[in-house]
């Protein structure tokens, strides 16, 4: 049997069989989330308020919460969001998250924001930066996930990041 399942996690991997084979749940009571976290995304840091996980060595993705004096919305994130790291990125895409979206989340609101930045490296070449932050709000509470990655490695972890997004919930 423990060979089966061996061989079995070994072809889920090497073929890219559904992420749900090798997806580890979580429930973080301390930030007030759960979701199933794909293979391939290790915590690295953790505070009070910020859950850090590396996926691979293209990427990395955050969980972290606030929480305010009044009923949260998602703007309210964006601005802090964007005064403590984002000054400066262009925003390349926004919506708000659908019905469904939100009541999957069980959360009030939320919506998706996309920032872009050209950063010039030190060998003079122009990498592209993308952040991908999706704003969660219930009652007075406040949750972003973020995925930054470069450009040109989004598509090696949107499947990833579709997934955990999907299982992601507030409570």
């Known amino acids: 049997m423990r060979r089966f399942m061996n061989v079995t996690w070994l072809a889920a991997l090497i073929l890219g069989w559904s992420i749900s084979l090798a997806a580890a749940p979580l429930q973080d009571r301390q930030i007030g989330f759960k979701a199933d976290i794909p293979a391939g995304w ?53 919506r708000t998250l659908s019905a469904d979206e939100r009541r999957r989340a069980n959360a009030d609101d939320g919506e998706i924001v996309v920032y872009g930045f050209n950063r010039l490296e030190p060998n003079n070449t122009i990498t592209k930066r993308v952040v991908f932050d999706y704003y969660f709000t219930k009652q007075s509470r406040g949750t972003v996930v973020s995925i930054e990655t470069l450009e040109g490695d989004w598509q090696s972890v949107e499947s990833g990041v579709k997934y955990f997004i999907k299982t992601f919930m507030l409570f």
């Not at 590396?54 to 919305?73: E, L, M, N, Q, R």
């Not at 309210?76 to 262009?90: K, N, P, T, V």
């Open 42 to 94: 290790i915590l690295s840091t953790s505070n009070a308020t910020r859950r850090h996980f590396t996926i691979g060595t293209i990427a990395t993705a955050s969980i972290g919460t606030y929480g305010f004096d009044k009923v949260a919305s998602p703007g309210m994130i964006e601005a802090i969001r964007i005064s403590e790291r984002f000054d400066g990125w262009i925003t390349l895409f926004k």
